[in-house]
């Protein structure tokens, strides 16, 4: 059983930064990927980023150049670095491994 707890969320004003960590807990690979999703009211959930054992990452078009995804397999946890944080960037962020997912995280962007 692997238990994944999201925190970090939070109120930002546009052009903000915020970072979200998951603890992983149980039966957890390092072999195995790991990776940030959000949900805006409305919309289907989305991958927003991923990073795999040996350290590659993957990231949403729509996030490029401002998030970064990092882990520390030691730890079991990963982290979700956001700057320049925009409007559109409020949503749900939920932390997944294989086919385990987080409580979630409210993030919000506004003025």
């Known amino acids: 059983q692997v238990q994944l707890v999201e925190s970090g969320g939070g109120l930002v004003q546009p052009g903000g930064s915020l970072r979200l960590s998951c603890a992983a807990s149980g039966s957890i690979f390092s072999i195995n990927a790991m990776g940030w999703y959000r949900q805006a009211p409305g919309k289907e959930r989305e991958l927003v980023a991923i990073i795999r054992s040996g350290g590659s990452t993957s990231y949403a078009d729509s996030v490029k150049g401002r998030f970064t995804i990092s882990r520390d397999n030691a730890k079991n946890t990963v982290w979700l670095q956001m700057n320049s944080l925009k409007p559109e960037d409020t949503a749900v962020y939920y932390c997944?491994?294989?086919?385990?997912w987080g409580q979630g995280t409210q993030v919000t962007v506004s003025s």
């Open positions: 997944h491994y294989l086919f385990y």
